[in-house]
């Protein structure tokens, strides 16, 4: 119903669904994401800041991410750094190629992020994540000596330094 020409009411007749709704997340024009400077990514610790191992060079080789641990931090929650879809996830070998129980999940622009050596793991391979969203515990599953998250951001196929991409602790 029009009054003065503003629709003051509708009455819909009849409905049909013709596609039922499907949660995506679609990236849509030229927007670059940030090389560096941070911004694009959370603290996954939230309140443990502590890096205990930076990322590159080390006794034994090279370190492909940052492990964050300090006092109290077994068992503590890891959020998903940036929103996403769970690719990968490990929860039934401790070992899990060193990184323990882990999870991986992919970000729109070519971005992964790895955080490994969870207690224990609280989403699937194909759930969809929002930023800040948690996602496992704080453990000391797989190569590892003492509870810690070993959390990598990985572009394009390679790993990158995540104190550049993560803004904030």
Do not use: M
Not at 11 to 29: A, F, N, R
Not at 52 to 79: A, C, L, M
Request: glycine letters at 14%.
């Amino acid at each position: 119903v029009l009054v003065d020409g503003v629709r003051e009411s509708i009455t819909e007749l009849s409905s049909t669904v013709i596609k039922e709704p499907v949660t995506q997340v679609k990236v849509v024009g030229t927007k670059k994401y940030p090389t560096g400077a941070g911004g694009l990514f959370i603290w996954p610790v939230p309140g443990y800041t502590n890096i205990y191992s930076p990322y590159g060079w080390r006794e034994g080789g090279f370190h492909k991410g940052i492990d964050i641990s300090q006092s109290g931090i077994n068992g503590k929650t890891i959020v998903a750094a940036a929103a996403g879809k769970v690719v990968e996830v490990n929860k039934t070998s401790t070992w899990g190629a060193g990184y323990g129980y882990y999870v991986v999940i992919e970000h729109a622009g070519g971005y992964k992020t790895r955080y490994a050596h969870c207690q224990s793991i609280d989403v699937n391979v194909g759930d969809t994540v929002y930023q800040g969203q948690p996602i496992a515990k704080v453990g000391n599953t797989g190569r590892s000596s003492g509870a810690h998250l070993h959390f990598e951001i990985i572009y394009n196929g390679s790993t990158v330094n995540p104190t550049s991409y993560v803004k904030g602790k």
